[in-house]
Nanobody, 117 residues
């Protein structure tokens, strides 16, 4: 059964850190580009960070560059998002995505990140 299960969200104070994890099952993880997206209330879902399958290169939204880091462990079928120096505007539901092409494009259920003092 294909699954993407996110974890690691929660409440953190501004300036704090969180590490999100997304464990994949049911497909060949190493062949998929993995990404994190987020959606705040009343806003569209936006891409936060992506890591390729081929060479592990990464790309980030301008709003998180220098603060967030995406990584993957193919042996554990897991992708991570290390989030540092969190700001209130980073608060959102964070979703994990696995994509190989338009036919093979999967989403997790999301994990809530709240940044508040």
């Amino acid at each position: 059964q294909l699954q993407l299960v996110e974890s690691g969200g929660g409440l953190v104070q501004p300036g704090g850190s969180l590490r999100l994890s997304c464990v994949a099952s049911g497909f060949t993880f190493s062949r998929y580009a993995m990404s994190w997206h987020r959606q705040a209330p009343g806003k569209e879902r936006e891409l936060v960070a992506v890591i390729t399958a081929i060479d592990g290169s990464t790309n980030y939204a301008n709003s998180v560059k220098g603060r967030f880091a995406i990584s993957r462990d193919n042996a554990k079928n897991t992708v991570y998002l290390q989030m540092n120096s969190l700001k209130p505007e980073d608060a959102a539901v964070y979703f994990c995505n696995a994509r190989r092409n338009t036919l093979y494009d999967y989403w997790g259920q999301g994990t809530q990140v709240t940044v508040s003092s």
